[in-house]
């Protein structure tokens, strides 16, 4: 990681640690949902919110794994408090259910980290005959930010701390389809591109961050959103790839020679803490951060007419 250590203005970097970016910060009486949290840098993202004294709420579609993230945070940090509620982002049902249990509890929210996501799987529909990447990735975390906002705008104007919204997206949002969002062919098999899809659906998260900033501002809702690129993280890096068996040589020689530059989750999950918890980022809305400082977006992020185009889009694939 030596050739991440330049410090930006913020005064981190990205070789900087979740626990760094939040070092001193009291958190305690926040509430958190966190998607895809019992995996990757969404288990580092829980466990330093927890130990900042948020409350976490990880929205997980594999339950005995949830109960195990959450056993393992609170032995290391009996004061935590964590709770896992099943979330499957691919299936809106699931998306609807969990959003109407959490809004029955009575929890408050003052954070909601939409970070679940998968990445370049070959072509397959979600539950809802969707394109699998912009299902999970995107859609699902539409809905569910759409579904809590209410709760959302209540715990802002009854605690007086502002809300905000982090869409984990991805430096691959540069790379999408040439016409960004396939309005016309989300589902179209035959000119699936695996990693031009999965550019799609981090250029939604983007453009989806804008949209709702510019309709709090709109609103004067005391609530932020933004998006984030977390790095590239040096866990599962063949997942997709059987090509090379776990002991092959080459195999071996890659994934040790990628440590020495790759994110390990502790620096993967820095960005995300960085914009939910530390001050600097108090008022900022509508931006793209990388190696937890400001960083800029591509061109077609920041087209406001894609952007709600994108919204109204979304919104009758939902009300479907």
Same mark, same amino acid.
């Given at each position: 990681m030596w050739l991440f250590n330049r410090k930006g203005s913020s005064g981190f970097s990205s070789s900087s640690t979740a626990e760094e970016v939040t070092h001193g910060v009291d958190a305690s009486g926040?509430? +958190?949902?966190?998607?895809?949290?019992?995996? %990757?840098?969404?288990?580092?993202?829980?466990?330093?919110?927890?130990?900042?004294? &948020?409350?976490?709420?990880? %929205? &997980?579609?594999?339950m005995a794994a949830g109960r195990d993230v959450k056993e393992a945070i609170v032995k290391e940090i009996p004061s935590a408090k964590v709770d896992a509620m099943e979330l499957d982002l691919s299936s809106l049902v699931s998306v609807?259910?969990?959003?109407?249990?959490?809004? #029955? #509890?009575?929890?408050?929210?003052?954070?909601?980290?939409?970070?679940a996501g998968i990445m370049a799987p070959p !072509?397959?529909? #979600?539950?809802?005959?969707?394109?699998?990447?912009?299902?999970?990735?995107?859609?699902?975390? !539409?809905?569910?930010?759409?579904?809590?906002? $209410?709760?959302?705008k209540k715990t802002a104007r009854e605690s007086n701390r502002e809300g905000r919204i982090i869409n984990v997206s991805s430096e691959f949002h540069r790379y999408p389809y040439p016409e960004g969002i396939r309005f016309d062919k989300i589902n $179209? =098999?035959?000119?699936?591109?695996? !990693? =031009? +899809?999965?550019? =799609? #659906?981090? *250029?939604?998260? &983007?453009?989806?961050?804008?949209?709702?900033?510019?309709?709090?501002?709109?609103?004067?809702v005391n609530i932020t959103a933004n998006s984030l690129h977390p790095g590239v993280i040096a866990t599962n890096l063949f997942r997709h790839n059987t090509s090379l068996a776990d002991d092959n040589p080459i195999r071996v020689f890659l994934e040790s020679a990628a440590r020495l530059v790759l994110k390990n989750v502790q620096q993967g999950a820095a960005t995300t803490c960085?914009?939910?918890?530390?001050? =600097?980022?108090? %008022?900022?809305?509508?931006?793209?951060?990388? %190696?937890?400082?400001?960083?800029?977006?591509?061109?077609?992020?920041? $087209?406001?007419?894609?952007?709600?185009? *994108?919204? $109204?889009?979304?919104?009758?694939? &939902?009300?479907?």
């Open positions: 926040l509430t +958190a949902i966190v998607t895809g949290a019992s995996s %990757g840098i969404g288990i580092e993202t829980a466990r330093v919110l927890a130990l900042r004294g &948020v409350h976490v709420i990880m %929205g &997980v579609r594999n609807r259910n969990f959003a109407s249990d959490f809004n #029955s #509890s009575g929890h408050p929210l003052n954070l909601l980290i939409n970070n !072509f397959m529909l #979600s539950k809802d005959n969707l394109e699998l990447q912009f299902a999970t990735n995107y859609l699902g975390h !539409f809905l569910l930010a759409n579904l809590l906002l $209410d709760t959302m $179209d =098999q035959s000119g699936y591109k695996k !990693f =031009q +899809a999965y550019g =799609q #659906s981090k *250029l939604a998260n &983007v453009l989806h961050a804008n949209e709702l900033m510019r309709r709090f501002k709109e609103d004067g960085y914009v939910a918890l530390n001050p =600097q980022v108090k %008022g900022v809305s509508g931006e793209y951060f990388s %190696g937890c400082n400001l960083a800029k977006a591509s061109s077609m992020a920041k $087209d406001a007419e894609l952007a709600k185009k *994108l919204w $109204d889009f979304s919104m009758n694939l &939902v009300n479907k």
